[in-house]
């Protein structure tokens, strides 16, 4: 990056308040991570549903192609025109498609997953020329998918069917933990024997997925011809050898004294019991902050001091307690997550998880990738 780019993202990043900074660094050296642990015949399919997790789907997608991933999945039809109206030609996959939107779907060039025979039903009605498509099964988790019982009836009609081409067959990992271990062993068994199933039924190559970040690494040895990267791309697993990629920054906005018996925020949600310094700050529950998370539940860091958020979080704001913070002044920086503070903290925190955090994070807040 030449220094004249940097100077016009070091301006741009001056201009917001609240942003996030995501580091192509530290992304493309998730990529390496992961392409180091799996086989060189493995295939990874990148998740950028949901924003990317949050991260910025379009520039995400970009900085992946820049790093040798061509091949994208995301939740549904929008997503999936979204990025090729923003000149994204790579294959991408549809996970969670409707019958009522399967056309548009096709019409981008999008690839449908199939999960329930209505759908390839569906689908077998409207194509017209070749398209490939994705079936999802059932292996245990009892969400989306076809039961295994019901995939006899699907090579059939396939066979069937000259327009339509099986890309892959997958399924979905219900728990990456190690106590549910005999579970998961159990779900690849039955992705196994369907596997078997397809290969004695048809005719040509077909892709094979179950594993995703973490059950990449917990079960090398089941790799298929493809596997999901998502959440480890984006907020890491293991410390120093992959780590999480941005980080949530905003600035103080205000700052007020405050007497004693004084409320702070809507419905007196807070009232202080002494002198306190206080700090309003530009993100609120619009951003992607939850408005449970007030009165202490949520504490941002402010250099290498946590301050806990009072009263109630509102729609474009919330407040934090500085008193003390003896230097604290209006235009400093706090950080939610980031180098210092890792997601998986905050999270624990918040009794939530980290993929909660991030995907929902607004689009409103600006990303700014360096």
């Known amino acids: 990056m030449n220094r004249f780019v940097q100077n016009v993202i070091l301006k741009m990043y001056n201009f917001y308040s609240t942003k996030l900074t995501v580091s192509c660094e530290s992304l493309k050296k998730n990529v390496e991570f992961f392409k180091s642990k799996i086989s060189k015949n493995t295939q990874i399919l990148a998740i950028i ?3 990317a997790y949050g991260y910025g789907d379009i520039q995400i997608a970009e900085r992946l192609i820049q790093n040798g991933i061509n091949y994208f999945a995301v939740a549904d039809f929008e997503e999936g025109v979204n990025l090729r109206k923003n000149g994204i030609k790579s294959p991408i996959m549809i996970l969670y498609p409707g019958i009522n939107n399967l056309n548009i779907i096709l019409e981008h060039c999008l690839e449908p997953t199939i999960y329930s025979k209505n759908m390839l039903d569906e689908i077998i009605k409207i194509s017209k020329s070749k398209i490939k498509i994705h079936i999802k099964v059932d292996t245990g988790m009892n969400r989306y998918g076809i039961k295994e019982n019901e995939l006899l009836t699907v090579i059939s009609k396939l066979k069937e069917e000259k327009n339509i081409i099986l890309g892959s067959i997958f399924s979905h990992m219900s728990s990456n933990k190690t106590e549910h271990q005999d579970f998961s062993i159990q779900q690849m068994s039955c992705f196994n024997r369907i596997k078997k199933l397809l290969t004695d039924n048809l005719d040509y190559k077909i892709d094979t997925h179950i594993l995703s970040s973490f059950g990449a690494l917990n079960f090398p040895d089941h790799s298929d011809t493809i ?6 791309l984006y907020n890491g697993i293991f410390k120093k050898t992959c780590s ?3 980080e949530l920054s905003t600035q103080i906005a205000q700052i007020k004294c405050i007497k004693p018996n004084e409320s702070v925020g809507y419905n007196l949600g807070f009232v202080s019991t002494k002198e306190m310094k206080i700090a309003i700050l530009p993100i609120g529950y619009a951003d992607g902050l939850q408005r449970s998370w007030g009165n202490g539940k949520l504490r941002f860091l402010y250099n290498k001091t946590f301050v806990p958020v009072i009263g109630q979080i509102s729609m474009d704001s919330c407040i934090v307690d500085v008193t003390q913070i003896q230097n604290a002044k209006e235009g400093d920086s706090l950080i939610l997550f980031g180098k ?6 905050l999270s624990k925190e918040l009794h939530t998880i980290p993929y909660e955090i991030t995907a929902g994070l607004s689009r409103r807040i600006h990303r700014i990738f360096i």
């Not at 596997?227 to 480890?232: E, K, L, N, P, S």
């Not at 210092?340 to 903290?345: A, P, Q, V, Y």
């Open 227 to 232: 596997v999901r990267i998502g959440f480890g």
């Open 244 to 246: 999480q990629i941005g």
């Open 340 to 345: 210092n503070r890792s997601i998986f903290e």
């Open 49 to 51: 549903k949901a924003n």
